[in-house]
């Protein structure tokens, strides 16, 4: 199974700043990856696919790059309802898709 | 607007089978796979298995004992049994579907969600 690992697992920040999470994988998975946002007692929504296009009515604030092992999701500008629960998620080598363990991002 | 809805027993008993269902509502099963994934309380989220329309399945090789999947395209729905259940398999429950999604590169996206339901795992 190709392991995914995200860090930091928590991160605290303010409205305006800008934030990296940066996700690794245990193999080269091309371009593969996914990223999901997840509020407490809601289902994880789509965010970016292809490790960089942006999911339908996501706004422009939230980008993604990398390729191979390493990935990032930025926001350039954090808003009050950015404060949530973010996942990566690889589809390069299935089954079993993997997801990251989380990256908890706070105010 | 395609809409998912999971539903079943809130508690099950050790050593009993655990079985959900996903109804689907604004749309039609065909041509995308289904799937099931779960998130233990405060952790992360961990792929169960799928099901095509057609009826194939694949499964998590660490719960591929105990998975079954299967599909009711003339009821818009697909299930979940799991069996042997210990409290390891408490979890939120949630039917996901894939898309594949993409320009020249096109991936597996879990795209529409459910809003999950909790099991819990006890006698």
């Known amino acids: 199974d190709i392991q995914m690992t995200q860090s930091p697992s928590s991160l605290s920040a303010s409205v305006g700043d800008r934030v990296t999470i940066t996700c690794r994988a245990s193999q080269s998975i091309s371009s593969y990856l996914n990223w999901y946002q997840q509020k407490p007692g809601k289902a994880p929504e789509l965010l970016i696919y292809v490790a960089s296009s942006l999911q339908s009515g996501v706004p422009s604030r939230f980008s993604g790059s990398g390729s191979g092992t390493d990935f990032t999701l930025t926001i350039s500008s954090l808003q009050p309802e950015d404060f949530a629960t973010y996942y990566c998620?690889?589809?390069?080598?299935?089954?079993?898709?993997?997801f990251g363990q989380g990256t908890k991002l706070e105010i | 607007q395609v809409q998912l809805q999971e539903s079943g027993p809130g508690l099950v008993k050790p050593s009993e089978t655990l079985s959900l269902t996903c109804t689907v509502s604004?749309?039609?099963?065909?041509?995308?796979?289904w799937t099931w994934i779960r998130q233990p309380p405060g952790k992360g989220l961990e792929w169960i298995g799928y099901?095509?329309?057609?009826?194939?399945?694949d499964y998590n090789p660490s719960l591929k004992s105990r998975v079954t999947i299967s599909v009711d395209t003339s009821k818009k729905q697909f299930s979940l049994k799991l069996n042997s259940v210990s409290a390891a398999d408490t979890a939120v429950y949630f039917c996901?579907?894939?898309?594949?999604?993409?320009?020249?590169?096109?991936?597996?996206?879990?795209?529409?969600w459910g809003q999950g339901t909790m099991v819990t795992v006890s006698s």
């Open positions: 998620q690889q589809s390069y080598s299935v089954p079993p898709y993997t």
């Open positions: 604004g749309g039609s099963l065909s041509s995308y796979y």
């Open positions: 099901v095509y329309y057609s009826g194939t399945t």
């Open positions: 996901p579907r894939i898309t594949l999604i993409g320009e020249e590169i096109k991936v597996d996206a879990f795209d529409i």
